[in-house]
Every structure is written in C-alpha cells, then in structure tokens.
C-alpha cells in the first residue's frame, strides 16, 4: 500500500509540473527570448540598412525550433489528462452529493 501512495504522489508532482509549466506559459517565453532580436542583430541591421543591402528578416532573426515531443513528454501528458479526468469526475461526484444531501 506504501508503494501506491509513492507512485501516485510521483504522478501527482509530474503533473503539478506539467501543468504549472503550461499554465504560466514557460516554453511560450522561452521561444520568444530566442526569436527576439538581440544588440548584435540590431547593430548588423542598421549597419545593413546604411549599406543599402537588401533586408530580409530572417538574417536577423534567431529562430530555433525545439521539438518537445518525445516519449517522455506523450507519457506525461496522457498521465496528467488521466489525472485531470479522474481529479473532475471525483469533484461532479462529490458535488453531486452534497447536492443531494442538501435537497438542490
């Protein structure tokens, strides 16, 4: 029984993560630090501008693209939509309950 409660306080904290993750928008952030223009892009930039090159934002640009989707990631998420699922339907049924033990 001890072994239960450890694998589901393990899944609990992987979900908190997960979902405070997504939730506060960290990996929104972490691409918009990337593709945001830096001094020495800036600097290139208008240096480019004074040279009468042709401009196209993509040299100015530090565009990365990381792909998060991994074994890993796939498995977090399904465990924290289970949990998600089973978390709600245990609050409608208590709610539920509690409705009925008040007569609404």
Known sequence: ????WIGLSILFAIFMTLYISQATGYYD???Y?????TKEK????EQDVKDGKEIQVENYLESV?????NKASKAGLKISNTIQKCVKSGINMT????GV???E
């Open 42 to 45: 800036i600097a290139q930039f």
């Open 101 to 103: 033990l008040l007569g």
């Open 95 to 98: 709610l539920t309950f509690f």
């Open 33 to 37: 630090q990337k593709t945001e223009l």
């Open 29 to 31: 952030y972490e691409q």
């Open 65 to 69: 693209h990381t792909d998060y989707n």
């Open 1 to 4: 029984m001890k072994g239960f």
